[in-house]
């Protein structure tokens, strides 16, 4: 099985950042602008064990489903995913939350998988995915991190 692992500080406690991210309409908010659109979800309101989140995603010149299961929630700790249907041999997201100094949190995404077989593994190869991964992981990453920054650093809503 090949391994990726990419980590972020996240401004936010364990508990919080835990939350958000049980939220699968949140993962959307990791995506590059340009990608957003070549992405048509299907989830839930918060992830839970048994969860399905099915996408179709328009990637290497073709539209390719995806449907992933939540495996497990093991709250405020860890969140894991696992591909049921869609190109690769075998998928598996696991997103850790560790405490971090000031009040923040240490979230490390590791995917272990097999890429494709049949004609899309002769250009999908464990290179391609590594540096599409390096590429979409880390970015989505970073603009989760200044998402939640700038959250902080909105002002609340006036009521009246």
């Known amino acids: 099985m090949e391994v990726f692992v990419a980590s972020v500080i996240l401004p936010r406690s364990r508990e919080a950042a835990f939350d958000y991210l049980c939220r699968p309409a949140n993962f959307l908010k990791m995506l590059p602008g340009d990608a957003a659109g070549h992405v048509n979800a299907k989830l839930p309101p918060v992830m839970e064990a048994g969860s399905l989140l099915e996408f179709n995603v328009k990637a290497w010149g073709t539209s390719i489903q995806f449907v992933h299961e939540v495996t497990t929630v093991l709250v405020p700790d860890k969140i894991e995913v ?28 590791t995917i272990q998988f097999l890429p494709p077989g049949g004609m899309l593994g002769f250009i999908v190869t464990k290179k391609v995915i590594h540096s599409n991964l390096e590429q979409w992981i880390n970015h989505g990453l970073e603009l989760l991190r200044t998402a939640l920054e700038k959250e902080m650093s909105d002002p609340p809503p006036f009521e009246l």
């Open 82 to 109: 696992q591909q049921i249907k869609g190109p690769f041999k075998a998928w598996i997201q696991t997103l850790t939350f560790a405490d971090a100094p000031q009040g923040q949190t240490l979230l490390t995404n």
